[in-house]
């Protein structure tokens, strides 16, 4: 599936089920407490933190993927094409950071 493709599902999907865009703001908000909810597992999962009995069973790879729902939400409703996004954020991380990542020693160490 493809950026574009994702975008057009995600709109439909609002079209047919979700009656319409939550403004960009309750979106912007929606989007942090998944963030919120993807850190939770990482840190009882991959952290410090111990987990509670009632959240083993979480599931990572839903969390991540309702980011992605909510953000591509926002990204529909302000008119932001990700595959054009995308593409444009990697050429500037490969031109500002060709070289940056592979001269950092404190990454190389480990």
């Known amino acids: ?41 990482m840190a009882r999962r991959y952290g410090e933190q111990s987990v509670k009995s009632s959240e083993i069973e979480k599931d990572l790879a839903d969390e991540l993927a309702d980011v992605l729902f909510v953000l591509i939400c926002i ?13 444009r954020n990697i050429e500037k991380k490969t031109s500002r950071d060709h070289q940056r990542h592979l001269q950092n020693t404190k990454i190389r160490e480990s």
């Open 1 to 41: 599936m493809t950026l574009a493709q994702a975008q057009k599902i995600v709109d439909d999907w609002i079209k047919n089920y979700g009656v319409r865009y939550f403004n960009e703001l309750t979106n912007m908000a929606l989007l942090t407490e998944e963030v919120g909810e993807v850190a939770r597992i």
């Open 75 to 87: 990204a529909n409703q302000t008119h932001i094409d990700l595959t054009e996004a995308f593409q």
